[in-house]
């Protein structure tokens, strides 16, 4: 698989590195398993889009969802929201996200220059019977720079 249609692969490790030391109970899914969803669970997802660099610079902008999931039979609104309140906090650490995401063995070779919440949406299904958050993110990043 070529490096490009690797990158969002990478960075969907990336952050799962950064958050699982953080938020230990749920199971963690990558946009490509096959595993079933079933919360408590954080979804990360990164997409290439048309997999086209900016023009002219070689990076690449990745939007990045990560959709953290857990069920009203396992977690009160109080619990939730401080499990929340724990990514957010790995957003916002005292270094940069990007910085951190380039440190994590995961990404490889690849580098992010810039990491930024975009969003952050809370949500309750009582039909499901679940509270979800959704964090919405873009890096840019560069598929295979050497590493410095």
Known sequence: MPAVTMLDR????????????VVTAPTYHLSHDQTENVPPSIVIKASM???EPVRGSGV????????FEESYDDATPASHSVQCS???Q???NSSDLSTRLNATTAIGSARTYSAK?????????NEERNYTQNYKLTVIAFP?????
């Open 144 to 148: 295979n720079s050497i590493a410095s």
């Open 117 to 125: 919440l975009d969003s952050s949406e809370a949500s309750a299904n």
């Open 86 to 88: 724990k990514i957010l």
């Open 10 to 21: 990478l960075i969907e490790a990336a952050f799962k590195e950064l958050i699982s030391p």
């Open 90 to 92: 790995v957003f916002y």
């Open 60 to 67: 690449f902008s990745i939007p990045v969802e990560i959709i």
């Open 49 to 51: 889009g048309s997999e």
